[in-house]
């Protein structure tokens, strides 16, 4: 018996290599030793391709084969079944494949293998060398499996022969319509998310100075055309080298494309048990996890893509290095007499850290000279072994953003590499020439032009665009910044738009309201502006400026700067990023500090070691922003801010600063874990010593949220500062002194905020009040709570554990409060009542009576009114 086969997971030039073998063996059965991709499934559902037999497997008796034909494949571990009988004694083996060669091919008596776009040229070319005819039908299944492979002849992979074997093909009549029909096919939903989540997870490695990128997916079912998927990613992302690695059935699949001639995707894939050629391959893995077959994938890249120089070969050796009990100062006077601009602190050869030139000579500058160095260091950093790649030096220093590596052999310091010395060497690389199949380069920038699109409104997407006009008119470059752009990445609404200017912020902002009829308001010192359409809607504008502070805690000094410097002066990594508006590169994201992975990784952390020294508020930023988005504060960081506590740092700030940074934390979503943190951090008594906040003290301001809720839930027109309430409960064990010397050190201003804080003592008396029986009338209840302010009405009810008076309160804000007479001074005037104190004492009388429900109507009124004159009349008479 003779046999044509192929390989698993068989595709459209698997297909047509063993229908175009069947013409050259007539008498060979045609079967397939695994699974098919989902379009050549589809493509036996055709009414026109039925006529082709195919035995299942199971119906091949292995012991009755005496020849056995391969197409697309000489590779023992992707032929099923048939790799049990390839050493059977007396079986002839025949070989038609495009692949390249492998150490582990299979033998055959006859190989045809020529390096083509797709096996089916070379069988295709064969029978037109040996002139046997072709049905049309046969002619487009042929045509089909040329196209599929060479990506309707596109690919970088394509020879003189695919093209010759396709204008074959087309003179027997392929139709090109039906090629394309297959070939060219709506995506499912399924296929839609599995691409999408692709796309998401694409990174992009460096590995010994190629860019590789890795994207990974899982799909719940099985599903075919992978590969159709993968090409999709590519075109769309337009990537060079390509490895996709897809969960599925528990089995992991690799789709491997590369148009560079440094990877050979072919040596990638067999070296994971799989095969291809160099620009296009593919593997299953078995028994693996996603996490796993990446660590492998990656394993073979390093192995395949071979470094050129390692660690040693590049850092500086012994290195300058600082002990852990140096001073500031000493650090100071090291970097100056060896002029380098960072250095390791060290403890008996072990890297305890790394301190910079810049931290030193601002932690002098605010007089911390004598403090330890390592309180000052950055704890965290990467490291490498003297054999490291260059490529892992460079993910070091540049995708962590480190200045200085350590080299550590045996746990010891072997030697520093800088960044000078990364980019001497990249620079000599650069002097190798690039493959010439490299026609579309790599991305070097995400864009969220995208996302901006669809999320933001409409207009203010226009807002963006037209900034970006105008500013590319007068020669400037602009940017939109910090929140902003964060906040459109973890799609958070958020329309606080920033915009930063590489040029002169207020004369942009001139032009740009001259244009599209905006008021400006400007700030000369700080180079900054304030766009104000006429619906009010605002935009600032900066000028790109580097900020310094004359001492910790203070308001900064501005210089004019670079959008970098403008960046770095923030405060955490994640505000740092930038997306450009000039036309030309809309909406590419600018990352200089890891803000997105950051973001990816759900950190908080600032960008250097004395942030919180410049500006102790952000302290209270970090917590508010890990509560806000749910993130977790870097480990140094949280070191830095209970140094900062230690060193009494927030006692400079100033109350109003302070007061903000408080309000701001108690109006977010998730305040009480904020509040819980700050206690944490022992950050509570800045605002008053005594405070402690125990558990019954945070019962009491979950309590205020609850009622701020039900208020909230009300719908009525008047407007309350809901933070005055949180900051009454928080502040609630104060004695009425205490609550003065907060008012004072904070700095509270505003007539109506004065008038709450004043009048929490006498809310606490209405309370008591309240509590001190049970049947009260409902004029009793008005007169009592009346004349508080809703705040402080809100902060008793939260107060009191008793559910009736919640229930008075309740019934005061939601009826009795509003409630007003159907008398007024008119009707009194009419009815002869005349002018003095004797109109408010009838007006009270009338209220008290309404409010009991004594009168209803306003005839009940003028009733009780002219009783009332009468009844003073004939005491005057008397």
Not at 358 to 384: C, N, R, S, W
Not at 478 to 500: K, P, T
Not at 696 to 713: G, K, N, P
């Amino acid at each position: 018996m003779e046999v044509i086969t192929s390989h698993i997971n068989a595709d459209f030039d698997t297909l047509a290599s063993m229908l175009a073998a069947k013409k050259l063996y007539p008498d060979a059965v045609l079967t397939f030793p695994g699974s098919l991709e989902k379009n050549l499934r589809d493509f036996f559902e055709r009414p026109e391709f039925r006529l082709f037999e195919i035995e299942k497997i199971k119906n091949i008796k292995m012991d009755e084969i005496t020849r056995l034909i391969l197409v697309d494949i000489r590779q023992a571990t992707r032929i099923g079944k048939f790799a049990e009988i390839i050493h059977k004694p007396g079986l002839d083996i025949h070989i038609y494949d495009h692949h390249p060669k492998s150490p582990d091919d299979i033998r055959g008596s006859a190989e045809v293998t020529h390096p083509y776009g797709a096996t089916t040229t070379i069988l295709t070319l064969i029978i037109k060398e040996k002139g046997i005819e072709l049905a049309p039908e046969e002619a487009t299944v042929l045509m089909l499996g040329i196209y599929e492979d060479t990506g309707s002849l596109t690919f970088s992979s394509t020879t003189v022969e695919d093209y010759e074997a396709a204008a074959f093909l087309l003179s027997k009549g392929a139709n090109l319509n039906i090629v394309s029909d297959l070939i060219t096919k709506e995506l499912t939903a399924e296929e839609v998310s599995l691409l999408n989540d692709l796309l998401q997870s694409a990174i992009t490695y460096s590995i010994a100075g190629t860019e590789v990128v890795i994207a990974e997916a899982a799909a719940d079912t099985y599903m075919g055309d992978l590969a159709v998927l993968v090409h999709k990613l590519k075109d769309i992302e337009h990537i060079n080298c390509l490895f996709a690695l897809i969960s599925m059935e528990n089995r992991i699949h690799l789709i491997a494309r590369s148009r560079i001639k440094e990877v050979n995707a072919g040596a990638i894939a067999q070296a994971l048990g799989g095969g291809g050629h160099p620009t296009a391959a593919s593997a299953t893995l078995k028994d693996v996890t996603l996490i796993q077959a990446r660590e492998k994938l990656i394993a073979a890249l390093k192995d395949k893509i071979a470094p050129k120089k390692s660690a040693r070969d590049i850092m500086s050796s012994p290195p300058i290095i600082l002990f852990e009990d140096a001073a500031i100062n000493d650090a100071k006077d090291t970097l100056l007499r060896y002029s380098i601009n960072a250095m390791p602190v060290v403890r008996d050869g072990e890297v305890l850290g790394i301190i910079t030139r810049q931290v030193v000579e601002k932690a002098v500058y605010h007089g911390l000279k004598d403090v330890p160095a390592k309180e000052y260091m950055t704890p965290e950093f990467e490291i490498v072994s003297p054999e490291a790649s260059i490529a892992e030096v460079q993910e070091a220093i540049i995708g962590h953003h480190q200045r200085l590596l350590p080299v550590i052999d045996k746990g010891k310091i072997a030697g520093v590499i800088t960044r000078t010395d990364l980019l001497r060497l990249l620079h000599e690389e650069l002097k190798i020439e690039p493959h010439p199949a490299e026609e579309t380069p790599l991305r070097r920038h995400k864009t969220i032009a995208r996302l901006m699109q669809d999320r933001l409104p409409a207009r203010v997407a226009d807002i963006l665009k037209n900034a970006g006009r105008v500013a590319e008119e007068l020669g400037f470059k602009a940017y939109a910044v910090g929140g902003f752009v964060r906040d459109l990445i973890l799609n958070y609404e958020n329309l606080d738009v920033d915009i930063v200017i590489e040029g002169d912020g207020i004369a942009f902002a001139n032009a740009f309201a001259k244009r599209f009829g905006c008021r400006v308001k400007s700030h000369e010192r700080f180079g900054t502006a304030l766009i104000v359409f006429p619906d009010k809607f605002k935009v600032d504008v900066a000028t790109a400026r580097l900020e310094y502070y004359e001492k910790p805690g203070a308001l900064p000094t501005v210089e004019l700067s670079s959008l970098k410097l403008d960046l770095y002066r923030r405060d955490f990594t994640i505000n740092t990023l930038a997306a450009a508006l000039n036309p030309k590169n809309f909406g590419e994201l600018i990352d200089f500090f890891g803000a997105q992975r950051d973001i990816k990784e759900k950190t908080i952390k600032v960008l250097h070691n004395l942030s919180f020294v410049e500006d102790p508020t952000r302290v209270f930023r970090a917590v508010r922003f890990e509560q806000r988005y749910g993130f977790v504060m870097a480990k140094h960081t949280q070191s830095l801010i209970k140094n900062a506590v230690r060193l009494n740092l927030l006692q400079r700030i100033s109350g109003e600063r302070l007061l903000n940074e408080l309000k701001a934390m108690l109006e977010e979503k998730n305040f009480l874990r904020a509040i819980d943190r700050i206690k944490k951090f022992d950050l509570i008594k800045y605002i008053h010593p005594v405070i402690n906040l125990s558990e019954e003290e945070m019962a009491l301001v979950a309590r205020a949220r609850d009622v701020l809720s039900w208020h909230q839930l009300l719908y009525l027109e008047e407007t309350i500062e809901t933070w005055l309430v949180l900051f009454l409960a928080i502040t609630d064990q104060l004695k009425d002194d205490e609550t003065r010397e907060v008012e004072k050190r904070l700095a509270i201003a505003g007539k109506r905020r004065v008038a709450v804080l004043e009048a929490r003592g006498d809310a606490r008396k209405a309370l008591n009040m309240l509590q001190m029986k049970k049947d009260f009338k409902n004029s009793e209840v008005y007169a009592i709570l009346k004349p508080l302010p809703m705040e402080d009405i809100l902060y008793i009810m939260a107060r009191t554990k008793s559910d009736d008076t919640k229930k008075l309160i309740s019934h005061f804000i939601t009826h009795l409060r509003e409630q007003k007479t159907l008398t007024h001074g008119n009707d009194l005037k009419r009815l002869g009542v005349p002018e003095g104190p004797f109109y408010t004492e009838i007006l009270n009388t009338l209220l008290e009576k309404r409010l009991d429900e004594a009168i209803k109507t306003k005839a009940d009124e003028e009733k009780i009114v002219k009783e009332m004159v009468a009844q003073r009349q004939r005491g005057r008479t008397s």
